[in-house]
Structures are given as C-alpha cells and as structure tokens.
C-alpha cells in the first residue's frame, strides 16, 4: 500500500483550472448553439441576440468554470492535507504491469 499523504496545492489547483475550463467551454459551446437555433425561431421578436448570448457565453463560461476549478481545487488540497495530517493520507495500491510477457 501506498499513502498520499500531501497534495500540492498550486498543482491541484492548475489541475481542476485546467479541467473545468475545458468543461466550461464544452457547456458554452452547447449554449451558443441553443442560443443560435432558439434566435432563429423567433427572428426578430428577442430584444437581445439571443446567438450574440450564446458566443459570449462560449467565451465567457471557461473562464469563469476555470477560475471556479482553481479556487475549488486549491481548498481541496488545503482542507485534504489538513484531514490527512490528523488522521492519515489516503491509501492505494499500485500495481506493476510485467513489460515483457513470460512464455
């Protein structure tokens, strides 16, 4: 068995960044589109651009979703690093594939 006893926080923090950017430009993508689709059934009955909404949306959802994912991933590692330090990391076990098949 192996413990992980300390997360890195900047590491952790860049990690989830990272990864809920990506998850929120994936969403805005989806929100541009309904966006698009929904402003063309209504043509010029919305006030607003409903297809403008939805760009701004794609452009504005990953980096609000990535500093979101920084913020939360930096106290995960802070708050997992204090409960690890007063009652022990996490524990996993590691196994090693043989490279090299045995006939």
Not at 18 to 45: K, M, P, R
Not at 55 to 66: C, E, K, L, Q, R
Request: proline share 3%; no cysteine; glycine share 16%.
């Amino acid at each position: 068995m192996v413990k992980i006893e300390k997360i890195g926080v900047s590491s952790a923090a860049k990690i989830y960044g990272l990864t809920l950017g990506i998850l929120g430009f994936v969403i805005g993508i989806f929100y541009a589109l309904f966006f698009s689709i929904f402003s063309g059934l209504f043509g010029d009955e919305l006030p607003v651009s409903a297809a403008g909404l939805g760009i701004g949306m794609a452009i504005v959802f990953p980096i609000i979703y990535g500093i979101m994912g920084f913020i939360v991933g930096a106290l995960g590692a802070v708050i997992y690093n204090f409960v690890a330090s007063k009652i022990g990391g996490l524990e996993i076990q590691l196994s090693q594939e043989n490279e090299i098949p045995i006939l």
